[in-house]
């Protein structure tokens, strides 16, 4: 029996230097949780082919739908990224939690930049990046956080509530 809440974790935060710019990023809370909790963990953006460092990618909104394009290249990653995400999701059983990297086009939930087609034109920064949208789909019922997040108290003590719940509790590391 696993004594501990089971919970994926973007990569960036402090297992590898994955960033599109090869920078660590570091996050407190996902130390925390690293102790705490058993971590899955990796990239969707690398998963797909892309280096590191790499040019950047985003969503844009090309005749009403959500594409994941690459500005520098031209080249678009949309089909990857959604096979890569349904075919590594459908692989996860009795997860507790997601903590992804907000503002990510892969990653980001719910603060995500989105473009007008190829321009510079910000036209929401409320967009889902590819991967977090289908995990928000395929597990509607599982909590997920970003760090971004962290700054509203209601949300991160929902979320160490309902993915430490059936563990006895939230562990005394994050009062």
Known sequence: MI???????????????????????????????KNHAEII?????????????????????????NMLFQPETGMFFTEKMIEFSDNYLKTLKNIDGFFLKAKSPSCGVHNTKLFEGKSEKI??????????????????????????????NEKTQGFLERVFM????????FA
């Open 166 to 173: 059936k563990y006895g509790g939230i562990p005394a590391g």
């Open 41 to 65: 963990h990796w990239c969707p953006e690398i998963a797909i082919g892309l280096g590191c460092p790499r040019e950047k990618i985003r969503v844009v909104k090309i005749d009403g739908k």
């Open 123 to 152: 036209i929401s920064l409320e967009a889902n990046g590819f991967f977090a949208g289908r995990v928000l789909e395929l597990f509607p019922d599982v909590p997920v956080l970003t760090e971004e997040d962290l700054k509203n």
């Open 3 to 33: 004594s501990k809440p089971l919970i994926y974790m973007s990569r960036c935060f402090g297992f590898d230097k994955c960033r599109y710019d090869a920078k660590d990023f570091f996050c407190g809370f996902a130390e925390k949780l």
